[in-house]
């Protein structure tokens, strides 16, 4: 019985990880749209698609991008991008000028 649930454990962890590379490794296409009004020296990016697995949004697919490098801080420079929600010691304090929109946190980008 031991051994079953030795080899049950295995296979779901396996299968947890193959799964999770397969959401990790997905690019979308995404316009650097501007810097945002409040929240420092981040900038705003828009989606070129609806992105399942993204926060609801009432703000035509413009997030805040966390972590997007200097070289991509291009007012309508195109760029393919991974992402994630960013976690709470990642999150961008931003002031109540401006729109406020969602964040996501960049983890690779390449550009056309």
Avoid: H
């Amino acid at each position: 019985m031991a051994r079953f649930r030795l080899i049950f454990i295995i296979m779901s962890l396996l299968a947890i990880s193959c799964c999770k590379n397969e959401i990790e490794d997905k690019w979308y296409n995404a316009t650097v749209i501007g810097k945002g009004l409040d929240c420092g020296n981040i900038f705003l990016i828009q989606f070129d698609e609806d992105v399942t697995g993204l926060p609801d949004n009432t703000s035509n697919r413009i997030f805040y991008a966390v972590n997007l490098p200097e070289e991509y801080k291009v007012s309508g420079k195109k760029i393919n991008i991974e992402f994630r929600e960013p976690k709470s010691s990642e999150m961008i304090v931003c002031t109540t000028m401006g729109i406020g929109y969602l964040q996501i946190y960049i983890t690779k980008v390449i550009s056309d």
